[in-house]
Nanobody, 115 residues
Framework: QVQLVESGGGLVQAGGSLRLSCAAS????????MGWYRQAPGKQRELVAH???????NYADSVKGRFTISRDNAKNTVYLQMNSLKPEDTAVYYC?????????WGQGTQVTVSS
């Protein structure tokens, strides 16, 4: 059984910052990639940021220069530092991990940015 526990969401004013964390635990032999997705009301879930085991990253165009993804392989944890937040960043944020055989989702954490 694999569990992903997310934390760090909340309410913030436009221009503010939040840091999301997602810790994986359970029967995990090796995590390859890790990532963050988000889903706003009435919209499809979209990839926000992705990081490989070697540390290569890619970002959605809408967050480039504002968000930074990082990971701590020893802790099986992925982070998302979100700066200069905008109201359009409001969504439920989900972490995801990929192993050699499966992929797993976190339960989601709400991020709300007020104008």
């Amino acid at each position: 059984q694999v569990q992903l526990v997310e934390s760090g969401g909340g309410l913030v004013q436009a221009g503010g910052s939040l840091r999301l964390s997602c810790a994986a635990s359970g029967s995990i032999l090796s995590i390859n990639a890790m990532g963050w997705y988000r889903q706003a009301p009435g919209k499809q879930r979209e990839l926000v940021a992705h990081i490989t085991k070697a540390g290569y990253t890619n970002y959605a165009d809408s967050v480039k220069g504002r968000f930074t993804i990082s990971r701590d392989n020893a802790k099986n944890t992925v982070y998302l530092q979100m700066n200069s937040l905008k109201p359009e960043d409001t969504a439920v944020y989900y972490c995801k991990i990929w192993t050699w055989t499966d992929d797993y989702w976190g339960q989601g954490t709400q991020v709300t940015v007020s104008s």
